[in-house]
Nanobody, 121 residues
Framework: QVQLVESGGGLVQAGGSLRLSCAVSGSIFSINVMGWYRQAPGKQRELVAT???????NSAESVKGRFTISGDNAKHTVYLQMNSLKPEDTAVYYC???????????????WGQGTQVTVSS
């Protein structure tokens, strides 16, 4: 069983910063990609940023220059440093990981429970 546990959400004023963390635990052979997605009320879930186990990152245009994704492969943990937050960044942020539990198994996609980020104007 694989679990993703997020932390670090909260309420912050516009222009402030937050750091999200997501730790993957359980039966893990390898993790190929980890990332963050977000879903605002009434909107579809959207990509925020991803990072491969090799360190290659990708991020949405709306967060480039403000958010930074990083990871610790040894700890199976991914971080999202969010600076210069805007009210439009308000959403539930979900951690995602592509995990192989055994070398012979195919990769499966896992999600965290989500953490609320609220940015006040």
């Amino acid at each position: 069983q694989v679990q993703l546990v997020e932390s670090g959400g909260g309420l912050v004023q516009a222009g402030g910063s937050l750091r999200l963390s997501c730790a993957v635990s359980g039966s893990i052979f390898s993790i190929n990609v980890m990332g963050w997605y977000r879903q605002a009320p009434g909107k579809q879930r959207e990509l925020v940023a991803t990072i491969t186990n090799g360190g290659t990152t990708n991020s949405a245009e709306s967060v480039k220059g403000r958010f930074t994704i990083s990871g610790d492969n040894a700890k199976h943990t991914v971080y999202l440093q969010m600076n210069s937050l805007k009210p439009e960044d308000t959403a539930v942020y979900y951690c995602n990981a592509g995990v192989k539990e055994r070398c012979w198994m195919t990769e499966r996609n896992y999600w965290g429970q989500g953490t609320q980020v609220t940015v006040s104007s």
